[in-house]
């Protein structure tokens, strides 16, 4: 993956990972092939940000049905990047 736009795709906001920012903890969908070295340096790259931990996990997507017709939801892969004290993200200030 050569931009690092292209490995975070979008930030991950629910009840939880509002939770996790206090512990200054930011979740992030990036894609199923991204591994922990680019999510790193993507997020330190586009955020300026000093990054401590990334854990990612992959989330199966759901089965659903519209009627007798039946169809699934793609699977995704969310990354909680853990930044150093004293770092933040300003982007996710205003949740």
Do not use: S
């Not at 969908?29 to 996990?57: G, M, W, Y």
Request: hydrophobic share 40%.
């Amino acid at each position: 993956m050569a931009n690092a736009r292209d490995i975070l795709i979008r930030p991950y906001i629910t009840e939880k990972t509002t939770a996790l920012m206090a512990d200054n903890k930011y979740t992030f969908i990036v894609p199923l092939q991204a591994n922990k070295v680019e999510i790193r340096q993507a997020v330190e790259q586009v955020f300026k940000v000093k990054v401590e931990a990334v854990n990612t996990l992959r989330v199966l997507g759901k089965t659903k049905r519209m009627g007798r017709t039946e169809g699934k939801r793609p699977d995704f892969k969310k990354a909680v990047v853990k930044l150093a004290p004293g770092e933040r993200i300003e982007f996710f200030e205003g949740v």
